[in-house]
């Protein structure tokens, strides 16, 4: 059995982003469809599962170890938010408060807000210097 497989396992993003880029725009509806649902993270599984159900997987090797590999972006792209989900959960998948955009935080912490669009502002100090 697999369950807690992945439980405290830290997502290696500079690997998943590409593929997270693509869930980004690729898969805006229905990345945004599954976002749509949350906090309700059995509906938000289903409709996830709906896109990966289309998804081909093929095992193969690379620079002598075995990666997982998918044949399509759009397979890749949810394959990725699968892995945040399972690894990093689902509070990463969010939606832009200013434009209501849908994205995966990729910070440390998981405090991001915005899309990559509308990073959050910095703060200047009364001297004008950055905080």
């Known amino acids: 059995m697999t369950d807690g497989l992945w439980r405290g396992v830290v997502p ?3 690997i998943l982003d590409p593929a997270l880029r693509d869930a980004e725009t690729l898969l805006a509806t229905a990345f945004a469809d599954v976002v749509a649902v949350l906090p309700d993270e059995r509906a ?3 409709r996830l599962n709906r896109l990966l159900a289309g998804a081909r997987l093929r095992v193969e ?3 002598g170890r075995w990666r997982i590999a998918v044949t399509d ?3 890749a792209a949810a394959a990725a938010l699968a892995v945040v989900a399972v690894a990093g ?3 990463r998948v969010k939606r832009c408060v200013r434009c209501g955009r849908t994205f995966v935080d990729r ?3 998981a405090t991001r807000r915005g899309c990559a669009d509308h990073p959050a502002r910095r703060r200047f100090a009364s001297s004008g210097d950055l905080r």
């Open 44 to 46: 938000a599984a289903r």
């Open 12 to 14: 290696p993003y500079r």
């Open 107 to 109: 910070t440390n912490a």
């Open 61 to 63: 090797p690379l620079d």
């Open 73 to 75: 972006p759009v397979g």
């Open 89 to 91: 959960g689902w509070h």
